[in-house]
């Protein structure tokens, strides 16, 4: 037969407070004293094992909500489930819920943040914190549990003809912060990554404008060439020694640049 733990007042649980230890408060509840702290806790059986779950300290709750709240893990035992696992079971399902409110500009953030310090240039830093300033804006404050190919097309459709070689960086940095999101469960695993390239957007958009790659081209042969003059000088200065191989100059082979036909 059970032994029958009377139930202590509020007065009697006062007065243990200079004791240490843990003591029966009635109907599976406790009150566990340890140091400076006070909180209530619940025991129970499951599978002839004792275990305890936590009901808040006393400066929080009342004897009378601690009993409430003991009452409810009562219930949950004697419709044959186990008060903790489903506790843990409900803070899961909170958990992940909470985690798809992430927007896609946070997760954006989160990922700079992670990656500034391997980057070690604040240049190539500032880039990427500019391409989710400015070339996201309709998608940063969506859910990016959310994010499908619609929305990252939204994005990309403008600029793909216009300024090719940044839409290329944008669509992979989105790609980039959808992986990143996935890992960090705000992502469903068994979602595709809507921004990947191959087998999928490669289909949605055209081919990048001919003209638009050869003017670009040429803006890189003639940064290449500047960037030539400038060590030219340098050697004939005397500051610095004659390269050993002409790439260590920038040159590439003959036929590598594309230039646009001059009128």
């Not at 990922?111 to 996201?136: G, V």
């Not at 003809?161 to 980039?176: G, Y």
């Amino acid at each position: 037969m059970p032994r029958i733990v009377r139930k202590l007042t509020t007065r009697e649980i006062e007065g243990l407070r200079k004791e240490r230890g843990t003591h029966a408060v009635g109907d599976n509840l406790y009150v566990q004293l340890k140091g400076n702290g006070a909180s209530w806790v619940f025991r129970y059986l499951i599978g002839g094992k004792a275990r305890w779950a936590g009901l808040g300290s006393l400066r929080d709750w009342t004897l009378a909500e601690a009993r409430e709240r003991a009452r409810e893990l009562r219930k949950a035992l004697a419709e044959g489930k186990d008060p903790l696992a489903e506790r843990e079971r409900k803070e899961a399902i909170e958990h992940a819920e909470r985690l798809k409110q992430t927007t896609f500009g946070q997760a954006a953030k989160e990922y700079i943040d992670n990656h500034e310090l391997e980057w070690k240039n604040e240049k190539h830093t500032a880039q990427w914190r500019a391409t989710f300033d400015k070339k996201t804006t309709a998608i940063n404050d969506l859910p990016v549990s959310a994010i499908d190919t619609a929305h990252v097309l939204k994005v990309l459709q403008p600029i793909w003809q216009r300024t090719p070689e940044t839409a290329s960086r944008v669509r992979m940095r989105i790609e980039a912060v959808l992986s990143y999101a996935t890992v960090a469960e705000y992502r469903s695993s068994d979602k595709d990554n809507p921004a990947r390239w191959r087998g999928h957007l490669k289909h949605m958009l055209a081919a990048k404008s001919k003209g638009n790659e050869q003017i670009y081209n040429w803006a890189k042969a003639t940064r290449c060439f500047t960037r030539c003059q400038v060590r030219a000088r340098q050697v004939l200065d005397g500051l610095v020694p004659p390269p050993e191989n002409p790439e260590d100059l920038g040159l590439k082979p003959y036929g590598y640049w594309k230039t646009t036909p001059i009128q």
